[in-house]
């Protein structure tokens, strides 16, 4: 039985990515391998939507958030973040392992950012940076990053962006909105495997870089800007040569696609997915004002364990579903539909769930998630007659 | 026509060592998962010679260096960097920008640090921490760190030992030497793509991380380890999946072959490399006591410039070589021989240098790199009759 991976990341690789990663491994400062580099560099570029330099890392998504902090401020600097999750939580202890001030603002789980909040504290005190997670991971949560970035304005404040889970499968215009730093990598909407991350800055952030204090070194992003300037396109320290194997096979994929229409398979697929789990009686931790394009996070039916409910639904039908994260572990389940994942697997998703709420006793009609996700897939595709 | 990859790293990666490496992807957060982990942990773990666990990153070598020196030392900490090159200047730049008070001791490039000297600055003052690397890629200068350690003794200061391109490859023995840190990563010895990199430290290296105050989130190695000692062994940040897959084959290659067969294969490379180049009338940087078992860097005789060399050397015979680095750029050129690298692969690499020294009109016989270094293998196979 094929496994099917819906968790937030990593998310299923496609055959021909995998194949391109495996290639024979090369001189990673070649001409040939700086065409990969700038190649790859370009289609992220064009998924930022910004005109500024994308600079890539060997590294997890949160060493990249560590990029972000560390490439534009200093320590002492007053620091907001606004949270709303694991991933917001994580970006504060970041700063604050830097020695940044950081004043924590922690939503209920399950809600957004209010953009009213932000600028309610912008008014209160001056900060250096805001950090904010476009997409929470461990709630299913969106923030509406656009309204953020206005709530924002003209102040100072750099608005630091953890875009791992969404830079590629929601609207982002890094330029257009005025974000600052933005982050992402390689294994979420990219489809390829973990170990690139990437992030660009804006001409704010590099100026903010040329007097930032926090020590830095792997991370210093104008070092990787001055060694990708170079004639010979590279990068300062080794990079993950295979996975910028896949990403030059993956970034084609989603080009043919087409970025916007990748977004909208995303919010589709979202929109299945939550239909599919009401039908079954479950609830979405996130609100339906912020539910995210990219996973769903659900809470756990009464007298249902997650051990019991994952681990049957991958035994018996091979489908790959999350726990619950952070103060969710134990009360919530995820559904990843990020990258190359397409609305049959939604529906082989919903099958399994239902039958194995069945199983465990849960009083469901094991065809519901199936049926309601067609459905919103069948509408939409009846639109497009 | 093939290409055959002599840098000192990436090194090659056999072909099912990349095939393991385009398995599908999973959750890193599995069952499935946590036997790789285990596995590659372990395997590493035993060409570390040590009995402490063995820490992964998401990283290239430059980040687990890093992570060797924030783990473990605090701003203002004396710190005596030992460098015989590029990368030994590298780790002192690391240290001081985390705001280590450094005393950086570099010999002449070419060779290595002589345990007296080590011994004398002992003598002189109190270090926190001596760094050291124990083969220069640079130079192709191999340190004795047995003897190194040796100097420093039962002395307080902890020995961080950058083994990028040493270990798998060269006899080190981390307990029985008393080294404190130690870091690798996977495109060297390991033969696998880049992405992964790995540190031990000893009991002493531990205390030290607990009253450590430099900052660090993404590379504090309590944090990994916190998280691979859970009931599911995983890693606190996504790992590079598809780089553990090919460690996981790669790692069980070595294994087949004998960690000690793999030394002595490296030490027969190294010494038909020189006697090769040494008939083609070429110069080694490195003195022969400073001889390295994995990268041989080589004075360009006159009037031949780099770009000519190795730009032919890999566009007629697709053999592929590397520049000098450093302050060696335009001066030398180096031949990697490490990783997967046979006997064949060094006489296709002699064959193809002597042919292009004649073809650029140096005075030399084409042959005699090929024939010295056949010598060298077939009196060792003379030997094992």
């Known amino acids: 039985m094929d496994e099917l991976l819906l968790i937030p990341g990593p998310t299923p690789v496609p055959a021909p ?35 500024q330099p994308v600079i890539p890392y060997a590294s997890s998504g949160t060493g990249v958030l560590e990029a972000a902090v560390v490439n534009t401020l200093s320590p002492g600097d007053r620091v907001l973040t606004l949270s709303c999750g694991a991933f917001g939580n994580r970006f504060s202890r970041i700063a604050r392992a830097y020695g940044a001030e950081v004043t924590h603002v922690e939503v209920e789980w399950g809600t957004g950012v209010p953009p009213e909040l932000l600028e309610e504290h912008l ?16 709630t299913g949560v969106q923030n509406d990053l656009s309204a953020l970035a206005g709530a924002r304005g003209d102040r100072p404040a750099l608005l630091l962006v953890d875009a791992v889970s969404s830079l590629g499968a929601i609207p982002l215009e890094m330029d257009a909105w005025g974000l600052d730093v933005v982050v992402t990598a390689s294994q979420k909407a990219l489809g390829c495997p973990p170990g690139v991350s990437f992030l660009a800055a804006s001409e704010r952030a590099w100026e903010a870089h040329r007097t930032a204090r926090m020590p830095r070194y792997y991370w210093d992003m104008g070092m990787v800007q001055d060694a990708l300037r170079q004639p010979l396109t590279q990068t300062p320290f080794t990079p993950a040569v295979s996975v910028f194997y896949s990403l030059e096979a993956s970034l084609e994929l989603i080009r043919q696609e087409g970025y916007e229409a990748v977004w909208e398979r995303h919010r589709l697929l979202s929109e299945a997915v939550r239909a599919g789990v009401r039908a079954l009686g479950l609830r979405p931790v996130a609100d339906e004002r912020w539910a995210s394009w990219t996973v769903t996070a659900v809470w ?30 134990g009360r919530a389940f995820r559904i990843g539909h990020l990258g190359y994942v397409r609305p049959q697997d939604i529906l082989r998703c919903m099958e399994a769930l239902g039958a194995v709420l069945r199983e465990l006793g849960v009083a469901v009609e094991p065809q519901a998630g199936l049926e309601a996700a067609r459905r919103v897939f069948g509408a939409r595709a009846a639109q497009a007659v």
């Open 300 to 329: 756990l039916p009464e007298g249902v364990s997650a051990e019991a409910l994952v681990g049957r639904v991958r035994e018996r039908y091979g489908v790959v579903l999350a726990g619950g994260q952070g103060r969710l572990e």
């Open 123 to 138: 008014k209160k005190a001056d900060y250096r940076a805001v950090l904010v997670t476009h997409n929470e991971t461990s």
């Open 17 to 51: 990515v995998r194949e391109a990663g495996s290639r024979p491994m090369t001189n990673h400062r070649s001409e040939a391998f700086a065409r990969v580099l700038r190649t790859v560099l370009e289609g992220v570029r064009e998924l930022y939507r910004t005109r």
